[in-house]
Each structure stands twice: as structure tokens, then as C-alpha cells.
């Protein structure tokens, strides 16, 4: 057979059984999400409840970053639908948002109070970093998700380094390069994966 396989072809292990599921889940990952839910919901969905595979994940993930909107709000939108139609996109998302909401409701009112307080201004900053270090530790998880990429670690890798150069480095407009690169990248892998099909089975 042709060595070119496509990662949503995995099997996850388990899936969850109701929309009340998906509430409990996702309002669990959203109370741990302290500067950042993604290397949560990683943790979550693939690792603790096995319902979805590293790959799936990214594959998700890839998706929601390219959609207008918050990232995981848009993952949890697509896996709920995914599960049980508009039942489960809204149970997901109502995880997602309902009580996070008014936990930031009752601390923008405390802030309101003690935003004057250097201790607090100090420990905004210090988030920050947190902040940083979470999204480099959800990027390092997701790498294994390529090892099955169909162009290869080393290239998808590649396009990678090469969007946080034009990003971070040379300050392109996201617009521009999810359109331009990204646009590259889905035509490099929808021609690789077409002449796989081509060989066929060896």
C-alpha cells in the first residue's frame, strides 16, 4: 500500500456518550485554563479522555486557527457538532464560555479595585510569561501529530519556522500569510497526497 496516509484516518479510543458530557469536559478544561486552554484541552480531549487522537487534534486545532475567532471556541464548536449536531456544538461551547464568564465578570469588577495596586500590576506581567510558555508547550505537543504528515516533519516543520519568520519576524499582516502561505501549503499537500493516489497500491 502507498505510504502516504491521511491522520484523520486514526481511530480515537473512546467518544463521549451526551451533550451533558461535553458540557461537564470542556467547562473542566475551560476552569484549568489559566493563561491559555489550548495545552488543556490537548490534555483533555486526547491524552484523558482519548476522545480524540494527537492527529485529530491538530487537525482540529489547524482548522480553528484558520477560522475567524477564538481558536478553541471554534475546536469546540466543530467537535460538538462532530458528536451530536447543534446539540453537541452548543453543549461544548456552553462548557467552554458559561462559567469562565463569570469568573472574568467577577474579576474585572476586583480589578476595577486594586488596578492602582503595584503587587497586582507586577503579577499581570508575570502572567505574561506563563502566557508565553504555554503556547510554546502546546506547539511542542503537537509536533508528534506530523510524524504521519504527508509532507513529512521536516517540510511541514519548514512551513512552520517560515510563518513565524514572516509573523513575528518581518511583522506580515496574519491575513496575508494564512491566505498566501497557507494557501501554499494546502496546494503542496493536496498534490502530494494526489500522487500517492496515483501510484497506488505497491
Not at 88 to 99: F, I, K, P
Amino acid at each position: 500500500m502507498s505510504d502516504i496516509t491521511s491522520p484523520a484516518a486514526e481511530q480515537a479510543r473512546a467518544a463521549p456518550a451526551s451533550p451533558a458530557e461535553l458540557f461537564r469536559v470542556f467547562t473542566r478544561l475551560a476552569m484549568q485554563g489559566f493563561g491559555g486552554v489550548l495545552p488543556i484541552a490537548q490534555r483533555e480531549l486526547v491524552e484523558r479522555c482519548g476522545w480524540l487522537t494527537q492527529a485529530q487534534f491538530l487537525e482540529l486545532l489547524a482548522v480553528g486557527q484558520v477560522l475567524p475567532g477564538p481558536n478553541i471556541v471554534n475546536v469546540a464548536l466543530m467537535y460538538g457538532d462532530r458528536c451530536f449536531g447543534w446539540r453537541g456544538a452548543l453543549a461544548a461551547c456552553s462548557g467552554l464560555l458559561l462559567l469562565p464568564l463569570g469568573v472574568v465578570l467577577a474579576a474585572t469588577v476586583l480589578y476595577q479595585q486594586l488596578a492602582t495596586q503595584p503587587m497586582v500590576a507586577g503579577a499581570l506581567r508575570g502572567m505574561g510569561v506563563v502566557a508565553a510558555g504555554l503556547v510554546i508547550a502546546t506547539g511542542s505537543k503537537q509536533l508528534a501529530g506530523l510524524k504521519r504528515h504527508p509532507l513529512g516533519r521536516t517540510v511541514a516543520l519548514g512551513y512552520a519556522l517560515l510563518t513565524a519568520a514572516l509573523v513575528g519576524g518581518l511583522r506580515w499582516p496574519m491575513a496575508a500569510v494564512v491566505l498566501g502561505l497557507g494557501g501554499v501549503a494546502m496546494l503542496h499537500v493536496a498534490w502530494v497526497l494526489r500522487r500517492g493516489a496515483a501510484k497506488g497500491p505497491r
